[in-house]
């Protein structure tokens, strides 16, 4: 019996946006800051901060507007910018799981 695996991302010179930078910044959307969207994916902070910058400089503009913050922390927000593209590639994902699932079972129908 097979299974299907595939990663979708977009490219421009170099990976700038995939899975994992999409469940980051749904994270930093459901907790509030980057620090705790980062803790639950069991990824440090710096690295969390590093690759939002580094999407950031490829795409050419802001994902997050962020405060730090006093005595309960600072909090991050979304760019219309970033909600706008976390909702195009979670459409563009389900679409393109739903077609490679299709044209798989075409091809391997007993699989």
């Known amino acids: ?3 299907i695996k595939y990663k979708l991302w977009l ?3 170099g990976v700038i946006f995939g899975t994992g930078s999409y469940l980051l910044l749904k994270g930093v959307k459901e907790k ?3 620090a705790g969207a980062a803790k639950a994916m069991n990824m440090s ?3 969390a901060h590093n690759l939002i910058k580094k999407i950031e400089i490829r795409l050419g503009f802001r994902l997050l507007y962020s405060k730090t913050g006093g005595a309960g922390g600072g909090i991050s927000l979304l760019t219309i910018e970033a ?4 909702s ?4 563009f994902y389900n679409e393109c799981e739903e077609a490679i699932n299709t044209i798989f079972k ?3 129908p007993d699989h």
Do not use: I, Q, R
Request: glycine residues 4%; charged residues 30%.
């Open 83 to 86: 909600e706008e593209l976390v």
């Open 1 to 3: 019996m097979y299974n």
């Open 88 to 91: 195009a590639y979670e459409l």
């Open 11 to 13: 490219d421009k010179n």
């Open 32 to 34: 509030g800051s980057l």
């Open 45 to 47: 902070y710096n690295k």
């Open 106 to 108: 075409k091809y391997f």
